[in-house]
């Protein structure tokens, strides 16, 4: 699965991707080059994101880049799976799915910190 995600930051801070950015983004999607491309994993989420998209700067891909204040971003990135860590365990004592296995799916795709 493929998932972008813009900047991550604080109500009120930061900018938009460029729209023509946005744009290549999307044609890449179109175009199924994203599935040949290298990836890497964020920490905490664990979310896949592309080392390189055509036409668009490299840094950008990597939310952390985008961020002046590293630790403000860390900060950030913490508390936002502090957020999901607490909606997860709404799941801790259902049993959903035969013998309950999809709720240990759920719970293993929360946030690792």
């Known amino acids: 699965m493929i998932v972008f995600v813009t900047k991550l ?10 729209l023509a950015y946005t744009r290549k983004i999307i044609d890449a ?3 199924g080059s994203l599935l ?3 990836y890497r994993k964020t920490e905490v989420f664990g979310l ?7 036409g ?14 590293k630790k403000a ?7 936002l799976a502090g957020l ?15 013998d309950g296995k999809l709720t240990e799916e759920i719970l293993g795709a929360g946030p690792v910190f």
């Open 9 to 18: 930051c604080s109500y009120g801070s930061g900018s938009r991707i460029k």
């Open 36 to 38: 040949n491309g290298n």
């Open 29 to 31: 999607i179109h175009s």
């Open 48 to 54: 896949e994101i592309p080392i390189e998209v055509e």
């Open 84 to 98: 999901f860590k607490n909606n997860f365990e709404v799941f801790v004592n259902h049993k959903i799915g035969k």
């Open 73 to 79: 971003y860390k900060e950030t990135l913490l508390k």
């Open 56 to 69: 668009v700067p490299s840094e950008i891909l990597d939310p952390v880049n985008t961020w002046s204040n």
